[in-house]
């Protein structure tokens, strides 16, 4: 059954307009509100939007939105406004011109990033937290990265240092190596969804260089030294922490956040990697959908 989404276009302070999509009624109406914040950065929500629009029901009102920069919203150009800072900031007033008080956040990759700093900055908003395929030390991150891409072996990694020492990382032999590791660690299926190419197709490298770097495996923006894990013992109401066993943020990045937050649980999907809503959909939302229904607070 098709479920209908609900596009809304709000105008931000700085006078861009994002587009957000709901699934489910209204949040004045709904029992519950998940919004969800996909990766990237400068990366369409459609991935996330197609996958996890099923979450909506009668109770369960489900949001996503291009964040500025992407999709169908406004696309400035203007680098000053790509930075973690001004993403929380823009979830706030999207939650606050949705009429939200209170709601349930989902985060995936980049999305924890963002998601974890928002739980930090306003945590009289969040009733629940899940931290899907992400991290939150991005040094310890690179190092970890550091030991998947190992895995190809010591020439292919001497290759790899050397092009990205001479700039020349967009050399055919460059981009192979990273074909590989996207196919081991980013998503292991032999044909990516139609969701999930439409959002690579459709992604901004402007914002994406700006936060992250160059590519997936190479961090050198302006979060290179972020590391909230010693903050996060403060974020203490119910959290959920996923991970692939072959994700590109591993496991280890997930276990990190896992433990420093008081009140969280950590489950890692086998055979999985940055994506297990589409790799193994039937485990990823039993424990998803398990999560989000013990968690029955007041929403306002």
């Known amino acids: 059954m098709s479920i209908p989404c609900h596009e809304t276009r709000l105008r931000l302070n700085e006078g861009h ?5 709901r699934y489910g009624p209204a949040p004045s109406q709904a029992a519950q509100v998940l919004v969800c914040v996909n990766g990237g950065p400068g990366l369409p929500c459609d991935y996330l939007r197609e996958s996890h629009k099923v ?5 369960w009102c489900i949001v996503f939105y291009d ?3 992407c999709g169908a919203s406004d696309r400035p150009r203007d680098n000053a406004l790509w930075t973690l800072e001004r993403y929380v900031a823009e979830l ?3 939650r606050a011109q949705l009429g939200i008080e209170r709601f349930h956040l989902l985060g995936h990759s980049w999305g924890t990033w963002l998601g974890t700093e928002y739980c930090l900055t306003f945590p009289q908003r969040v009733l629940s937290y899940v931290a899907a395929d992400g991290a939150a030390d991005i040094p310890h991150l690179v190092g970890e990265l550091q030991r998947l891409r190992q895995c190809l072996g010591e020439q292919t990694v001497s290759m790899m240092t050397r092009r990205e020492a001479e700039g020349s990382i967009g050399h055919p032999e460059y981009q192979a190596a990273i074909t590989i590791l996207n196919y081991r660690h980013v998503c292991r299926l032999d044909d990516w969804p139609a969701s999930l190419n439409a ?3 459709g992604w901004n490298m402007d914002p994406y260089r700006a936060i992250q770097g160059p590519n997936e495996f190479t961090y050198t923006g302006n979060m290179r030294n972020w590391n909230r894990v010693p903050a996060m013992g403060a974020i203490t109401i119910p959290s959920l922490v996923l991970a692939g066993e072959y994700d590109e943020l591993p496991p280890s990045c997930s276990a990190r956040m896992q433990q420093a937050m008081p009140n969280a649980e950590l489950v890692i999907f086998r055979d999985c990697s940055h994506m297990p809503f589409f790799e193994r959909p039937q485990a990823y939302f039993a424990v998803l959908n398990a999560f989000l229904h013990k968690q029955t607070g007041p929403t306002d």
Do not use: F, P, R
């Not at 979450?55 to 109770?59: H, I, K, R, T």
């Open 199 to 201: 959002s690579i197709e």
């Open 55 to 59: 979450l909506a029901n009668d109770d």
């Open 92 to 94: 706030e007033q999207i």
């Open 67 to 69: 964040q500025l920069g």
């Open 17 to 21: 307009q994002v587009v957000t999509y």
